[in-house]
């Protein structure tokens, strides 16, 4: 079954730092996401991203995120300087199409630590 | 706030038995979806249901979705200790394009 693939699955930072978390939709999927969970809260949607531009993001996602897609497979996730309260569970997802009827599939996640 | 609820936080079954989850929302949806979360784990997908279907089921997997009570159930029957996992509900609204809104999640123990 087609899956959605993050690298790396830990990351650990110095508070700062810029971070890069890797994402490889399916590859037939048109569009694509970032959600995080901070450690025992919610599941939260930062941005979605489809022909190459973002459709839309949250208040989560100010100036210190981008996203990208460098490739014919690649979605990319930056953090420009890195706060102790980016730590959390950052997931990637990717759908065919954007209507959310049929459901998203999600990678298994980066576990972003800033220390 | 969008947001679904599941109920209860937390509930522990003897393998077997089946698991009752419930999911409240508080406006409008044109989907709903439930997702799995093992610990540490990504999300997986279970099963999506759409604002004009009632009941759906896959497996062992039974979902109802009552718009008028903007409610949703998730019922696994028979369950195993495979089961153990985190549940959530998560929420598509018309006008709010394509992000999905996620509740806290139920976390079931089954016990072998």
């Known amino acids: 079954e087609p899956e959605v693939t993050q690298t790396p699955s830990h990351q650990v930072t110095q508070m700062g730092q810029e971070v890069i978390l890797r994402c490889v939709p399916i590859s037939n999927h048109l569009y694509f996401y970032w959600y995080r969970q901070i450690l025992g809260q919610k599941v939260e949607f930062l941005v979605s991203?489809?022909?190459?531009?973002?459709?839309?993001k949250s208040e989560i996602f100010d100036d210190q995120f981008s996203v990208e897609r460098p490739d014919g497979s690649n979605f990319t996730l930056k953090i420009r300087s890195t706060k102790l309260e980016d730590s959390a569970m950052y997931f990637c997802a990717s759908s065919f199409t954007g209507t959310g009827l049929d459901g998203y599939t999600f990678g298994s996640g980066t576990r972003l630590t800033v220390v | 706030s969008q947001q679904g609820e599941e109920d209860p936080q937390a509930l522990s079954i003897q393998e077997g038995e089946n698991a009752t989850m419930n999911c409240s929302y508080k406006?409008?949806?044109?989907?709903l979806q439930w997702y799995r979360q093992n610990s540490g784990r990504g999300l997986v997908h279970l099963i999506l249901i759409r604002s004009n279907e009632r009941e759906k089921h896959s497996g062992r997997l039974r979902v109802t979705l009552d718009t008028s009570k903007k409610s949703s159930s998730l019922l696994i029957t028979a369950s195993r200790a495979a089961d153990t996992a985190s549940y959530f509900c998560a929420t598509g609204a018309p006008n709010t394009g394509n992000q999905f809104y996620f509740g806290t999640g139920t976390s079931l123990t089954v016990i072998p």
């Open positions: 991203f489809y022909n190459n531009e973002i459709s839309e």
């Open positions: 406006t409008s949806i044109n989907n």
